[in-house]
């Protein structure tokens, strides 16, 4: 599974809280992804990191922020949770030895009350 | 930016026959197209990929198959089985973004 796992794996949390999301890879990737999963709309890019510092929008990037402040963590924090950013979150890499091919995490999932 | 289309949304086939996948993409500088299998309550998982110099890769049961022409790519299972239901997902990448189908829940029936 390409050394990356995210925490937590599950997550309730209320409207209005800010919520952080761990992403950590092992393998010294160079890009990291965050995704939202909905029915009907496949996977969504969030943001993603090209280095350490260096990151850049998605398409769904509203109510979204981001940091990674080491190689091997990407955090994705929303400031004030809402409804509407109930999904299943997964963070991916990309950039290593392989290449462009992209691994994923497992997955968190958000719900928010 | 790019945009990419999968269809059917849905498959259904019985065992041992074969399911194809249709994607088309938009932007001509993508280069790289993945095809993932995600399983109820699991990650996308890497199946096969092709880069835009080749029109055609296969491991195994499965083949994907690109025009650059027309700007589409296809994945091709083979001699179905029941655990190859799942939800298959197309991507389109010029390197560092990745852009993805909507997906399409694969049904094999014994």
């Known amino acids: 599974d390409a050394g990356i796992t995210q925490s937590p794996r599950h997550k309730v949390t209320e409207t209005g809280t800010p919520v952080t999301l761990r992403c950590h890879q092992t393998e010294n990737h160079r890009y990291m992804y965050w995704y939202r999963q909905d029915p009907g709309h496949g996977l969504r890019l969030i943001h993603y990191s090209y280095g350490v510092k260096d990151t850049d929008k998605g398409e769904v990037s509203d109510g979204y922020s981001v940091s990674r402040s080491k190689t091997e963590d990407f955090l994705l924090t929303l400031e004030s949770a809402t409804s509407s950013q109930t999904s299943v979150y997964f963070c991916?890499?990309?950039?290593?030895?392989?290449?462009?091919?992209?691994?994923f995490g497992p997955g968190t999932r958000l719900t928010v009350l | 930016g790019e945009n990419v289309e999968q269809h059917p949304s849905t498959l259904s086939v019985q065992e041992g026959d074969s399911a194809v996948i249709k994607c088309t993409y938009s932007?001509?500088?993508?280069?790289?197209f993945p095809w993932y299998k995600q399983e109820l309550g699991k990650r996308p998982q890497l199946i096969i990929d092709i880069r835009s110099n080749v029109g055609e890769k296969k491991d195994q049961r499965i083949a994907v198959t690109l025009n650059k022409t027309a700007k589409h790519f296809s994945l091709h299972i083979t001699e179905t089985q029941p655990e190859d239901s799942a939800v298959y997902f197309c991507?389109?990448?010029?390197?560092?973004?990745?852009?993805f189908g909507t997906g399409t829940s694969l049904t094999v029936i014994p």
């Open positions: 932007d001509s500088a993508s280069n790289y």
């Open positions: 991507a389109a990448s010029t390197g560092n973004q990745f852009y």
């Open positions: 991916a890499i990309s950039g290593g030895l392989r290449g462009n091919e992209q691994f």
